[in-house]
């Protein structure tokens, strides 16, 4: 089974940057369309962005479009989220998985942005 880790959170004032790691270990996820999805308390966990198995194609939720960029490297079996100009509004845990999500979620990484 893979297993994910998220990693590259913290605390940002708005306006500022993050990029998110998402590292597969026990086999490759290579092939598989990756998805970083977030859940702010007491809300659902929202997809945010999808890259296809190569990295040729990719989704975007309408609240991050033009500020997040999603990508990945195979050889490395990780996938990306740089995270621009946040808001307060993008705080949340953020978590990845195949898209739709087969494997076992991971703790996922936090991420606080202050206004």
């Known amino acids: 089974q893979v297993q994910v880790v998220e990693t590259g959170g913290g605390l940002v004032q708005a306006g500022g940057s993050l990029r998110l790691s998402c590292a597969a270990s026990g086999r490759t996820f290579s092939t598989q369309a990756i998805g970083w999805f977030r859940q702010a308390p007491g809300k659902e966990r929202d997809l945010v962005a999808v890259?296809?198995?190569?990295?040729?194609?990719?989704y975007y939720a309408d609240s991050v479009k033009g500020r997040f960029t999603i990508s990945r490297v195979n050889a490395q079996n990780t996938v990306y989220l740089q995270m621009n100009s946040l808001k307060p509004e993008d705080t949340a845990v953020y978590l990845c998985?195949?898209?739709?999500?087969?494997?076992?979620w991971g703790q996922g990484t936090q991420v606080t942005v202050s206004s």
């Open positions: 890259i296809n198995w190569s990295g040729s194609n990719t």
């Open positions: 998985n195949t898209s739709p999500p087969t494997l076992n």
